[in-house]
């Protein structure tokens, strides 16, 4: 089920991409070369390894969930998609195959993506039924990483600037005017722009986790949230979790190889109206 490019091919993914892979370990580099042995007059002391531990899990769950949600194939096209048109489905003419319910085509990747849920610019690859469960565990450790990171460094670095006054506030919102009138040198500039960004991904990853974990309790993917579709809303919001991330959700932020298997194949899904119809039958 691979894709067989790890790469972006669109140009604006790949910025993100090559962005997203230099930033992140050259933050991570910071923290434990620059910061931690500040904090830490033992660099053998055992809260300094469970920093280590810490950060490695995140770090390495973060690149191999991402890995992971560009490797699975998120089309239908290994599924052999019947020729006849089945009620429901529809005919995409990018691709001349009948695609299932929940299907969309991307023009960025050229293809009808199962349950599509949107193209993700950080991995250049459609989010949708087979690896919605990559994106959603590695958009949360990069949550908790850059709420971590942020907070770790906060003291570190409000101490080499001279603590947290006025002006030095303003100059963590424009670092680049603040170096530019001398108020930063060189050093407090790079310290105050890591800041920046990492604040600025604080906010990116709570908005894109919260997001998730809104679609993810309603059932719907991105599409139907914006276009008022529920009719694939599940019976609770435990079975939305199900659909979702496999039978065994529960389980799935320890590692991406660890198995959940998904409801259904991708191409038919629960409609609310049989569900109510089988609660009904239940009762009688
Ligand atoms: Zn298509
Ligand atoms: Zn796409």
């Known amino acids: 089920m691979a894709t067989g490019h ?11 991409f090559i962005f997203m892979l230099i930033g992140i370990p050259f933050g991570i580099g910071f923290e434990v070369i620059v910061v931690l042995p500040v904090y830490h007059s033992s660099m053998t002391s055992p809260i300094v390894g469970l920093h ?8 390495a769950n973060v690149a191999a969930n991402m890995y992971w949600v560009i490797t699975t194939d998120a089309s239908g096209r290994s599924l052999g998609l019947p ?4 009620s429901g489905w529809k005919y995409c003419h990018e691709c001349q195959l009948n695609s299932p319910p929940r299907s969309y085509h991307c023009a960025h990747c050229g293809e009808c993506v199962l349950r599509r849920d949107h193209h993700c610019v950080f991995t250049g690859c459609c989010v949708g039924f087979r690896n919605h469960r990559y994106y959603l565990v590695a958009v949360m450790y990069l949550w908790i990483g850059a709420i971590y990171g942020v907070t770790y ?17 303003l100059s963590l919102v424009a670092p680049h005017i603040a170096v530019v009138v001398g108020h930063l040198d060189l050093y407090t500039f790079t310290l105050m722009s890591l800041q920046a960004m990492a604040c600025v991904l604080v906010f990116l990853t709570t908005y894109l986790f919260f997001y998730q974990v809104a679609l993810v309790r309603s059932g719907q993917t991105a599409y139907e949230r914006r276009h008022g579709v529920t009719m694939y809303e599940g019976t609770s919001a435990a079975d939305n979790v199900r659909q979702l991330l496999g039978e065994r959700w529960y389980l799935t932020w320890v590692w991406p190889s660890v198995r959940s298997r998904l409801p259904g ?3 038919q899904f629960r409609t609310k109206p049989l569900i109510d119809e089988l609660e009904d039958w239940k009762n009688l």
């Open 6 to 16: 790890i790469f972006p091919r669109r140009r604006y993914d790949q910025v993100s």
């Open 52 to 59: 280590v531990a810490l950060t490695l899990f995140i770090t």
């Open 83 to 86: 020729s006849v048109l089945k």
């Open 153 to 169: 460094s906060w003291s570190y670095i409000w101490q080499e600037v001279g603590g947290a006054t006025v002006a030095n506030v």
């Open 265 to 267: 194949d991708g191409m």
